[in-house]
T-cell receptor, first 115, second 115 residues
């Protein structure tokens, strides 16, 4: 069965420090990979996605993630975080089943950026 | 172009009452997905609907829960005889087609509290 593991439930970090949020998945078939961000009391917003092509994908606000097929990982990184990056981050895989894609989410990582 | 709309944003019900959650997909989208987020957990798939059809309800609890997406109007997730364990955030997502179902756009969610 497909699953997504986010290894850290909480990541505290100081402003302007680098951060890495880890995500591993298990799947015997090709998948699409996503990172979503959820700000307090809001819905999920797509941060970035890997569908095919270059294994390094970037978002408009400085985050990047690298698809590593051999390690079945899709870790999210940012070289310098802001207070406004404080949020919960969810890694997800899209599994093609029955003619459509079902999203399977990790449990989330709460990023807390401190001044 | 309005995003996915959900209402109400917050809903309080006493045990035994019914909860009705509404979701209007993005304009041009005819595919709707419902997810449940329990406290401190990631999102779990519940049901996938197209207009007037339930495609996949493998994530729905067997009793008390039902979903519909009529030809006209929003998609409805209905929970009968609510219990405390139903307290959660319920998110709706939409996509324009099954081919693009890997890319789902999420609404702000309905936070259900059962007292």
């Amino acid at each position: 069965a497909q699953s997504v593991t986010q290894l850290d439930s909480q990541v505290p970090v100081f402003e302007e420090a680098p951060v890495e949020l880890r995500c591993n998945y298990s799947s015997s078939v090709s998948v699409y990979l996503f990172w979503y961000v959820q700000y307090p009391n809001q819905g999920l917003q797509l941060l970035l996605k890997y569908l095919s092509g270059s294994t390094l994908v970037e978002s408009i606000n400085g985050f990047e993630a690298e698809f590593n097929k051999s390690q079945t990982s899709f870790h999210l990184r940012k070289p310098s975080v802001h207070i406004s990056d404080t949020a919960e981050y969810f890694c997800a895989v899209s599994l093609l089943s029955g003619g459509y894609n079902k999203l399977i989410f990790g449990a989330g990582t709460r990023l807390a950026v401190h001044p | 172009n309005a995003g996915v709309m959900q209402n109400p944003r917050h809903l309080v019900r006493r045990r035994g009452q019914e909860a009705r959650l509404r979701c209007s997909p993005m304009k041009g989208h005819s595919h709707v997905y419902w997810y449940r987020q329990l406290p401190e957990e990631g999102l779990k798939f519940m049901v996938y609907l197209q207009k007037e059809n339930i495609i996949d309800e493998s994530g729905m609890p067997k009793e008390r829960f039902s979903a519909e997406f009529p030809k006209e109007g929003p998609s409805i997730l209905r929970i009968q005889q609510v219990v405390r364990g139903d307290s959660a955030a319920y998110f709706c997502a939409s996509s324009p087609s099954s081919e693009s179902s890997y890319e789902q756009y999420f609404g702000p969610g309905t936070r259900l509290t059962v007292t």
